[in-house]
């Protein structure tokens, strides 16, 4: 009996035994496929984030060479400008002679830029706008779709710095009493991205005049408004010179004047002609837009 009740002892420690080795085995693949699991899930955050980085990066040096290649060609043209803008104390009856012949002597040939040339590269060229000592020295390009130089450059190259471009409305000889021209807000400073710094009065005080060079003449204008403006607002309106009385008109450049962030001291009448600068702000909420009326 004591032979028996040992073997039966023992083979129920054997059977416990291996219920529990089985069960620390089952443990042990368990925990081996926790594992496995987690080094799988581990693997494929990595490799997202891997995947990430990588794409992100693509992306950073594609805008990069974006900025490259337009700076690059916007930098050759250059070429084509022959000589510094005439300043208006420097031009016999810019500052409101008190003749008319005086006035009317207030004329520069646009002999600085070499316009045919630029005609030769895209004929839908009309001019050259320059703001001194700022990035702001560009060919200026007119057409009926506004759309087209948001992603085309001068040389009609796909690019997303896109070009400088007159209103389609607008008359391209610039002799509407208001001509609105549009540039990028450009990340690396390029294009019009440099309005938004009219935002103080002393940068506006360092840069007060905006040049253009046309088919005609050399003009300048003197900027007197400067401000954050809505897609839709009032500044954007032209047409003034059909069948538009005086009155709405300078209702029109009082809107202007009175929007500035600062009070320039400028005066703008309805004798006056204007130009406004605008460009993208606040991720293309808003626009900041520049207003200068002409002096010569």
């Known amino acids: 009996m004591s032979t028996k009740n040992n073997s039966r002892r023992t083979n129920s420690a054997s059977k416990q035994g291996d219920r529990i080795s089985s069960?620390?085995?089952?443990?042990?693949?368990?925990?081996?496929?926790?594992?496995q699991k987690r080094r799988l899930i581990q693997g494929l955050v990595l490799g997202l984030l891997v995947c990430v980085l990588l794409f992100s990066l693509y992306k950073l040096a594609s805008i990069?060479?974006?900025?490259?290649?337009?700076?690059?060609e916007y930098e050759e043209l250059q070429q084509y400008v022959l000589d510094k803008p005439v300043l208006p104390e420097d031009v016999v009856g810019s500052g409101g002679g008190e003749s008319e012949e005086e006035t009317d002597s207030a004329l520069v040939p646009m002999t600085r830029i070499d316009l045919p040339s630029l005609k030769e590269i895209n004929s839908e060229a009309v001019g050259w706008i320059e703001i001194p000592d700022t990035v702001i020295s560009y060919p200026m390009v007119h057409t009926d779709n506004d759309d087209y130089y948001l992603t085309h450059t001068f040389r009609n190259e796909k690019n997303h710095v896109g070009s400088i471009f007159v209103e389609a409305l607008n008359s391209p000889d610039f002799t509407d009493l208001h001509t609105i021209i549009?540039?990028?807000?450009?990340?690396?400073?390029?294009?019009f991205a440099i309005l938004k710094n009219y935002n103080t009065k002393n940068y506006w005080q360092a840069h007060p005049y905006i040049y253009i060079d046309l088919a005609d003449n050399s003009h300048c204008y003197q900027i007197f408004s400067c401000y954050q403006a809505d897609i839709a607002d009032q500044c954007y309106t032209i047409g003034y010179e059909k069948n538009v009385s005086e009155e709405t008109y300078q209702a029109f450049l009082n809107h202007l004047k009175n929007s500035s962030h600062f009070d320039t001291g400028v005066d703008v009448g309805t004798e006056d002609q204007v130009i406004t600068l605008s460009t993208c702000t606040n991720q293309g909420r808003n626009r900041f837009v520049v207003h200068a009326k002409k002096i010569y």
């Open 23 to 35: 069960r620390s085995k089952r443990r042990s693949r368990e925990a081996m496929r926790r594992r």
């Open 64 to 72: 990069f060479l974006t900025y490259r290649s337009g700076d690059k």
């Open 182 to 191: 549009y540039g990028h807000n450009m990340k690396d400073g390029s294009m």
